[in-house]
């Protein structure tokens, strides 16, 4: 070993060790820098906001047609006065074009804030060309909210899952002129509550099992009256309707409508909702129109499992 030393070239060979060992300490040390750099540019997790039950944003622009189909600020105002009577916190966001829809000319926060009675800090009309759901469903998520509305929000269900959670969207609408907001408490009570009263009969069954669940109806006439009949049935009975070429559609009940009317087809409704309940009330609406013409019908509801919750009818007993 000491041979080794003791040549020239010894020294330089130990030099240049003691250069590569200084090196790799360095360069460890850069690498650990980078990496604590790096972890430290990365945004903690957030949790997620816990979704408080008294604040709420109203979508103002679906919220003013729920009273006959019509662009209207008093039921806007009547929806708020509901939701402020059970203490809950107020926002209302607009589509930049609400203004006109009521008032034929642009509306800014302010004007808005003015005619519902609302501080302007609560009330949002987006820019033009800006997306009202998006926004909406943004501050929402950031506030930890529930939304007024009976927009589905399809088109970003993938963006906002929480759409389709239970409770966060709030529904509602007018039944023969009184308003009903699904703010989770019960919209019937049993069969004796939406029995039609006008000669139909109803049979519940398990409707309390389904409070949120997606339902649809069946339904049969005999006979089916012509379009132009069942119109008239159904006008003088409070329910407006939008006419098709083969079709009649329940304006105060927008799922609900009777198609293939003198058409080629056999003639049937399309009627659905997102809850068993509602739409057992909304069956039980129209049940009560037909009952009271003394039509004959019967109509099934069924909830989300393919189970029968109600059977109404006017002189059709159930046969099975």
Known sequence: M???????EAGFLIATLLVFLLAMFLLSRVLRFLLYRDRKRQPEPQPEPTRTRNTVIVDGSNVMYWKGGAPNLDTLIEVLDSLRSKNLKLGVMFDANAGYLVSEDYMHDGAFAMRLGLSAENVLVVPKGTPADATILLAARDMGARVVTNDQFRDWAEEYPEVAQEGFLIKGRYRKGKLWLGLGEAEISGAAENAPQNG???EV???GDAKAAFA???AELDPWPSKAALKAVLEAGGHPVVEGPHSLRVSDAPRFA???LEGPAAPSIEAHGDETKALVVTCGDISNTLSAANIRHRFEVYSYNDALAAYLHHDWPKDW
Do not use: K, L, T
């Open 258 to 260: 009777f198609q293939d």
């Open 216 to 218: 649809i109806a069946a």
């Open 200 to 202: 139909g009969q109803v």
């Open 2 to 8: 000491s041979d080794f030393i003791a040549r020239p």
């Open 205 to 207: 069954a398990g409707v």
